[in-house]
């Protein structure tokens, strides 16, 4: 069955701090692999995508690995922000573009 | 630009009740989806349509009807709507279809059925 699955399911951080969020998948065949972050009452933001050939995109603070052999992803968080407390959604795709997967997310708290 | 725009934000209805979920883009997008996000759950897609005049199933169709009136807007329907449709619904629109894309999101509206 094709999954995605996040952890820790929620994080607690002090302002300044790093931290990394992690997505483990099962989805076959793969074709890229998407982070979103979600604001409280607000819909997804994409912050990074990455196909196959890709192991590694930065955007910003933000910073998302990909491993296709071991089906992980990581998206490590530079000098933390107030702001970046939010939903960190993880979504895979199958080859052929619409079959998405997307995972539950992780809850980051970043408290001052 | 006001990218992915939907109304309401919010609604109550009661079992049985109809109603229209409105989305709009104006970023020229060929596709548009709809999604439902449920606590504990990513979210998951109702319909799409890829392209003006077609529709398709997603992984959660069953209470639903979508209507792609023009290259704009794309309306989910409740015929009769039951409790197990209180959720948070996402329209989304992209480009194309063609892997790797980016979906860009609405604010949501917020649905409780009583």
């Known amino acids: 069955k094709n999954q995605v699955e996040q952890s820790p399911q929620s994080l607690i951080i002090l302002e300044g701090k790093n931290c990394t969020l992690q997505?483990?998948?099962?989805?076959?065949?793969?074709?890229?692999l998407r982070w979103y972050k979600q604001d409280t009452g607000r819909g997804p933001v994409s912050l990074t995508i990455?196909?196959?050939?890709?192991n590694t995109k930065s955007n910003g603070r933000y910073t998302a690995t990909l491993d296709a052999d071991t089906k992980q992803s990581s998206l490590h968080i530079t000098a933390s922000q107030l702001s970046d407390s939010a939903s960190y959604i993880c979504?895979?795709?199958?080859?052929?573009?619409?079959?998405?997967?997307f995972g539950a997310g992780t809850r980051l708290f970043v408290k001052a | 630009n006001a990218g992915v725009t939907q109304t309401p934000k919010f609604q109550v209805l009661k079992t049985g009740q109809s109603m229209t979920l409105q989305c709009a883009q104006d970023m020229n997008h060929n596709s548009m989806y709809w999604y439902r996000q449920d606590p504990g759950m990513g979210l998951r897609l109702i319909y799409y349509s890829a392209s003006e005049g077609t529709t398709d199933k997603g992984e959660v169709p069953n209470g639903y009807n979508v209507s792609r009136l023009n290259k704009r807007e794309f309306s989910l329907r409740l015929e009769s709507a039951a409790p197990s449709q209180t959720s948070v619904y996402f329209c989304a629109s992209s480009e194309i279809m063609v892997t790797p894309y980016e979906q860009f999101f609405g604010p949501g509206t917020r649905l409780t059925v009583l």
């Open positions: 979504v895979v795709s199958h080859t052929g573009g619409f079959k998405t997967i």
């Open positions: 997505c483990n998948y099962t989805v076959s065949p793969f074709s890229n």
């Open positions: 990455m196909t196959f050939s890709e």
